[in-house]
Nanobody
Framework: VQLQASGGGLVQAGGSLRLSCAASGRPLGTYTTAWFRQTPGKEREFVAAIRWTDASTYYASSVKGRFTISRERAENTVYLQMNSLKPEDAAVYYC???????????????????WGQGTLVTVSS
């Protein structure tokens, strides 16, 4: 599976962005896909995930209610709609794909075998 992330950019605090992660190589129908983010000197942080089998979604507490993860089967693409952005949301955002994970494993980057290249989100205050 190859993942191509896009949609990052510069936005003012309170604004919105939508990230996309297009997959190629095989359908994501049995995968879990997720977004992680990373800032310099810090570990990669879980943001949100969706299981393609049943569209169950999971969010980090820091983004719940502001971010929405979704998937489009026909396009083999996962999206992250980010609203009410805060300066602390600024990071490089990575999409990832892994097997159909159990809930307790979804938030750990080590469980995802496929990664996109990252897209930079900058939030100005």
């Amino acid at each position: 599976v190859q993942l191509q992330a896009s949609g990052g950019g510069l936005v003012q605090a309170g604004g919105s962005l939508r990230l996309s992660c297009a997959a190629s190589g095989r359908p994501l129908g049995t995968y879990t896909t997720a977004w992680f983010r990373q800032t310099p000197g810090k570990e990669r942080e879980f943001v949100a995930a969706i299981r393609w089998t049943d569209a169950s979604t999971y969010y980090a507490s820091s983004v719940k209610g502001r971010f929405t993860i979704s998937r489009e089967r026909a396009e083999n693409t996962v999206y992250l709609q980010m609203n009410s952005l805060k300066p602390e949301d600024a990071a490089v955002y990575y999409c990832a794909a892994g097997p159909n994970l159990i809930v307790s494993s979804i938030g750990s980057a080590k469980n995802y075998g496929y990664w996109g290249q990252g897209t930079l989100v900058t939030v100005s205050s």
